[in-house]
């Protein structure tokens, strides 16, 4: 089956760094994507990732490594509007979309 | 530029009552639609999608169904709905299938309550 685990749940300081890990098990590989989803509100995409590497917008940067499957999110200088979920999804060989649960993220002053 | 409105935002049917959500895109032509619920602690599930007017593919068999009757509306629709119903309902638009991410952009969602 296909698979993508993501921590349910993180909890960083404002002003620190946080990096949230996701890791898929899925049909083929056709890029990978993070959104972040404030609650009780829709889900807005923040990054991209199809090759191999790290890529950064801003604060936020996203890595991916398609041999170990593994992607993960970095935010850094962290503040408290970051305090939402952030969801992983592949797209896979029939280029349907995988998605993850979730990482809510709590941000402490 | 393109903006997605899905309505209601929020209803409370009561159970065996109808359903119909709608999605309306505006800014571009022949999108992809899409249709997804959210339950808490569960990633998004999608339901329908549709690559042009009147092509529907359903992925999760249940009493839901879903229209394109023009381009750019989507509409999910049942005719009873059951308690298992309940939850958060998004609808997306993506430009169709090609090279690049083809990101998936959401509207507000619509969160039903069934009674």
């Known amino acids: 089956g296909q698979n993508i685990d993501q921590p349910t749940e993180m909890t960083a300081t404002e002003g620190a760094i946080v990096q949230i890990n996701c890791t898929y098990q899925t049909s083929g590989f056709n890029g990978l994507f993070w959104y972040q989803q404030h609650a009780g509100e829709a889900p807005t995409f923040l990054s991209y990732n199809v090759l191999d590497g790290l890529e950064e917008k801003g604060r936020f940067s996203s890595f991916l490594s398609r041999s170990k499957g593994y992607s993960y999110l970095l935010l850094k200088e962290l503040q408290m509007k970051d305090s939402a979920s952030y969801l992983c999804?592949?797209?896979?060989?029939?280029?349907?979309?995988?998605w993850g649960a979730g990482t809510k993220l709590i941000i402490k002053p | 530029s393109q903006t997605i409105h899905q309505w209601p935002a929020t209803l409370v049917q009561p159970v065996g009552s109808p359903l119909s959500l709608e999605c309306t895109v505006e800014?571009?032509?022949?999108?992809?639609l899409y249709w997804y619920r959210q339950a808490a602690g569960r990633g998004l599930q999608l339901l329908f999608y549709?690559?042009?007017?009147?092509?529907i593919s359903s992925e999760v068999p249940q009493n839901l169904s879903a229209s394109r009757p023009q381009d750019r509306q989507f509409i999910l629709s049942s005719k009873k709905l059951l308690l298992s119903d309940s939850g958060f309902y998004l609808c997306?638009?993506?430009?169709?299938?090609?090279?690049?991410?083809?990101?998936?952009?959401f509207g507000a969602g619509s969160r039903l309550t069934v009674l």
């Open positions: 997306a638009w993506s430009t169709q299938q090609g090279s690049g991410a083809n990101v998936l952009t």
């Open positions: 800014g571009t032509s022949n999108p992809n």
């Open positions: 999804a592949v797209r896979d060989s029939n280029y349907q979309l995988i």
């Open positions: 549709s690559v042009g007017i009147g092509q």
